[in-house]
Every structure is written in structure tokens, then in C-alpha cells.
């Protein structure tokens, strides 16, 4: 009996002693999907791309400037001011939304004057950057494709998932975080 347990105990520590064999998953994932979605997403970069340029040609009274941060602009009213908002600034602006055809989405009288701490409160990307290129008094019309706005979600009101929009924005005021900016 002491010969059997011996042998069991033996056999048990044996058996403890081999590496596991890893498991295959049982669905391999072929990658399609994560293809499928990044050739969406560069079909759409290069339509709204192709809508914003069409816009471009049509407005020959303006002067369109590609933007770093991946948008078009146009001043509409300069400033008279040389200084750029900097990190933590406190900026006053106003805006009207509207889609690719000229349509007021929101307007500036539904919304109100604003206030934004450059780099340091949430809100949309195009917008958010768009800021820093301002001066005060600048009145600027954007083109914002939609990854750079609402993209896939919209707003859950009356901008669309995937909508690129058109932005008229006047930057009211810079309140300077110290005065050594």
C-alpha cells in the first residue's frame, strides 16, 4: 500500500512537471475586418477632401490656407492683434455650424459666446485647434472634415455621423493666463 501511494505521488509529480500545451484559438481572425474599415475610412478622408476642394474652387473671393492640423481656413475679418492664444489662455468666441451646402446648422444666437481654456477643457477637435490659429478679433471660416469634428457618433442632434461641417467663428476676446505670455 505505501508502494502504491509512493508511485502515485511519484507519477503526480511527474505530470505537474510538464509544460501545458497553448491551446489554438478556435477563430483565427484574418485581419479583414480592421482592412475593411481602415479603406472606409481613407475613401471618406478623400471624398470630404475632394467636396472641400470643390468648395475651395466655387468661393473665388476667398483665400483658402491648409491648415497642420488637417482643415482649410479663410479669414473673413482680420484682428489687429499679433499674439496666438497659448496654453491655458481663456478664450471668448462665437460660432454658426453649417453643413457642406450653406445650410445653419446652429447658429451663434442659439449658442452664445463661449469660453474655452486653450488646451485644458474638452471640446471638439476641429475647433479646439482652430482656436489657436485665431487672433483676437479674427473672424474665420473653417472646413472641418468629419474625423476632426463629430465623426462616427455626430452629435446625437442635428449633425450627422460622418458630417463635415463648415464653421464661422469670431474670437471675441484672449483673457491672458499671466501677463508674461
Known sequence: MKNSIFLIFIGLLVLSCVNPVPR??????????????????????????????????????????????????????????????KFGDVVSYTYDVFDINNSKIYGNEEIGIKEYAIDQQEI????????????EGDN???????????????DHNKIDINQPLIYKVQLIKINKKNESN
Open 140 to 154: 474665420v471660416t473653417f472646413l472641418f472634415p468629419s474625423h476632426k469634428m463629430y465623426g462616427y457618433l455626430g
Open 24 to 85: 489554438n484559438p478556435i477563430v483565427k481572425n484574418s485581419g479583414f475586418l480592421m482592412e475593411q474599415s481602415v479603406s472606409l475610412n481613407k475613401s471618406l478622408i478623400k471624398n470630404e477632401e475632394n467636396t472641400f476642394l470643390e468648395i475651395i474652387k466655387k468661393d473665388s473671393l476667398n483665400n483658402y490656407e491648409t491648415s497642420s492640423y488637417g482643415f482649410w481656413f479663410t479669414y473673413n475679418k482680420k484682428g489687429n492683434t499679433a499674439y496666438l492664444p
Open 124 to 135: 471638439v477637435e476641429g475647433l479646439r485647434d482652430g482656436l489657436k490659429i485665431m487672433h
